[in-house]
């Protein structure tokens, strides 16, 4: 069932999927057979069962929350070929790789195939050989492959990334909205759409657009509780990375997200000079460049991208172990997103942001200056305060995020503020003279004079206007110049003050209804009570649960993890694979743990299935024993 197109496809008698006609497998047993997975995910089951069942669904999950086993598994116990519907060539490609690793007859059509290669595709599609078919939308609408495919029997199709469809959503792909087409050509094959984007707008989208109204939909916890969350406020941010990168996650892989080209490269040229193997990743730089970058991070172990939002969407990598922001996201959602790349494989991971007042005030500016609706500002506006109410929180970071995704949750014990809890303080005598003194000096001066005024520092600005006879001067001697500046920051976060940074970054107030209040005292305002302290990383070290798996192995099993991921790599080097394609470390540890002896207790092993024990069972039994 190999297709001589590809090398690395397993030699295995008779296809793992059903032949044209064939009855139905049941769908544990494909799961076992073929992902070496013992049991579904907490709802996979139910989704499995319905598509496999013939019915359609629109199913909610997190990033890596196990989207894939929803309509690989239904496919493969389903008789015909599954067709997925995917937005980028990545993303495609990656999944095809590891589908090929465990025996399923797969392939790709995309810009990227020979014609010979097309043909090939094609011909394993009339002949029932083909278990899983992945294609971008505008390709599935091209050169009659829906005719071909009418033909053909369908096991059922699969929207991957169904938000783009929406012009709500981040990615919005107008090829995606002629997709409906499938339910009216194809009324008798289940549809499945799949995405992480949860917002109540894209999810009315998804089905209207898609004609899903009928499609029963599946909601998953967005809960990913192996990542932790950490914000701090932007102190010396180089620093902080540093810190964050050398100390609590050396040798690890990781994506630091900033918004400009050239502090991406900038914070790239910082960590290689600090040892870091790291690797600046933009849309401005060469086709061969990025490619290079994004295979790099693949397929080698430890490498650290640092990137803008351009790097991301079709990262399928498993075993990232963090990811950071050095500018504030564009909104939650992004946020989740980005963030969820971390710690897919379900072992510890950290996501970690630091933010300060000029991020918030360009995001401001963003939205403001933006030649979008109003009532589309509007719905961003609302995004960018959850964004910085994310931020400033005292709460669990967990919560407020879930919260947010309309999901209920209790504080959950691994996020910064769980670990080192900030207390809260009623602020509403501070926001009170900041606000006056804000209106006092004319809303015509930024955050370093207003501080001025309120700490009674005289000097030659503040004698040219005469501030000094204002009734607020050197009335906030009680706090520091810099818990000031922190004051302000949250007022700016609440939309108390507004930062104009289109006038060298003047504070004025906020919208009057929200201010007004404030300044009468009828509303109070709570406030961070030390919130510029700079915490101290000591969680990562103290619980030791977030470092990579293989930092908590002692001994011998530290030298045997470290033998069994030499041999992955070596595997996965000659195939031309990323090591994760063979197993991922989740797998490795477990071999660590349980020491499987022969086959026979290879073969339990979570994540490997009948292709993989065939394929690499003596290998890494060979070391075992060794
Ligand atoms: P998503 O597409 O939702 O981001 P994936 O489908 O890539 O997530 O799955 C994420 C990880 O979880 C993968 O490494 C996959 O092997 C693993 N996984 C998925 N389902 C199961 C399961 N039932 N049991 C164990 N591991 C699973
Ligand atoms: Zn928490």
Avoid at 146 to 174: K, M, Y
Avoid at 217 to 229: G, W
Avoid at 484 to 507: C, E
Wanted: net charge neutral.
């Amino acid at each position: 069932m190999s297709t001589p197109t590809d090398p690395t496809a397993p030699a295995i008698d008779g296809p793992v999927g059903q032949p044209v006609g064939a009855a139905r497998r049941p769908p544990r047993e494909v799961l076992r057979a073929v992902f070496g997975h013992d049991d579904f995910r907490p709802l996979q089951g139910d989704v499995v069962d319905h598509v496999a069942g013939g019915g359609d669904a629109l199913v909610l999950m997190p990033t890596g929350g196990g989207k894939s086993v929803c309509y690989q598994v239904p496919a493969l116990a389903r008789p015909g070929t599954g067709v997925v519907i995917s937005p980028l060539i990545a993303l495609m490609d990656d999944q095809v790789q590891q589908l090929r690793q465990a025996g399923v007859h797969a392939a790709a059509l995309t810009s990227a195939r020979t014609p010979e290669e097309v043909r090939e595709i094609r011909r394993d599609l009339d002949s029932g050989a083909l278990d899983l078919l992945y294609v971008s939308p505008e390709r599935l609408l091209l050169g009659g492959l829906l005719e071909q495919l009418e033909r053909c029997q369908i096991a059922l199709f699969a929207i991957d990334e169904a938000h783009c469809v929406s012009q709500w959503g981040h990615d919005f792909r107008p090829d995606y909205r002629q997709l409906a087409v499938l339910g009216e050509r194809f009324p008798d094959v289940p549809r499945i759409a799949v995405t992480a984007t949860a917002d109540e707008s894209t999810r009315r989208d998804i089905k209207h657009q898609l004609g899903l109204t009928g499609a029963r939909a599946f909601v998953a916890s967005f809960d990913r509780p192996n990542i932790r969350y950490r914000v701090q406020v932007k102190g010396q941010a180089r620093k902080q990375l540093l810190d964050f990168v050398c100390r609590d996650h050396p040798g690890e892989s990781g994506i630091v997200y900033c918004m400009s080209r050239r502090k991406v490269e900038d914070i790239a040229d910082m960590l290689r000079k600090e040892g870091v193997d790291a690797v600046a990743y933009h849309a401005g730089l060469a086709a061969e460049t990025r490619s290079s970058a994004h295979t790099r991070f693949l397929r080698e172990e430890g490498v650290v991208v640092v990137a803008t939002i351009a790097f991301g969407m079709g990262i399928d990598k498993p075993d990232v172990r963090f990811v950071c922001h050095l500018d504030l996201p564009k909104s939650l959602e992004a946020y989740y997103q980005e963030t969820g790349r971390a710690g897919r494989d379900g072992l510890p991971a950290e996501a970690f942001m630091v933010y300060g007042m000029t991020d918030v005030a360009n995001l401001r500016r963003m939205v403001d200056d933006s030649s979008a609706p109003e009532e589309i500002k509007l719905v961003e506006r609302r995004k960018l305060e959850s964004l910085l109410g994310f931020c400033e929180t005292t709460r669990c970071r967990r919560q407020v995020l879930l919260e947010y995704f309309g999901e209920a949750a209790d504080a959950c014990g691994n996020c910064d503020t769980c670990l080192e809890p900030v207390e809260s303080i009623d602020g509403t005598h501070w926001a009170r003279l900041a606000l006056s003194a804000v209106y006092r000096v004319g809303q015509s001066f930024g955050a370093g004079h207003v501080v001025d005024v309120l700490l009674g520092k005289q000097n030659e600005k503040v004698d040219r206007r005469g501030h000094d006879r204002l009734q607020v001067f050197g009335q906030g001697t009680e706090l520091s110049e810099k818990r000031w500046h922190s004051v302000l920051r949250q007022l700016v976060a609440q939309g108390l003050l507004k930062v104009d940074m289109a006038n060298h970054g003047v504070l004025r107030l906020g919208p009057r209804e929200q201010v007004v209040p404030v300044l009468r005292a009828e509303e109070t305002v709570t406030l961070r009570a030390d919130p510029e302290k700079l915490r101290p990383t000591r969680g990562a070290q103290k619980t030791g649960g977030r470092r990579a798996p293989a930092h908590d192995l002692e001994g011998a099993d530290a030298a045997l993890f470290e033998a069994l991921r030499a041999k992955r790599r070596a595997l996965a080097e000659r195939q031309g694979v990323p090591p994760y394609v063979v197993f991922t470390d989740a797998t490795l540890l477990e071999m660590v743990q349980r020491r499987p002896r022969g086959t026979s207790e290879f073969a339990r092993l979570p994540g490997v299935g009948k292709s993989k024990l065939d394929r690499y069972a003596d290998d890494f039994l060979a070391v075992l024993n060794g």
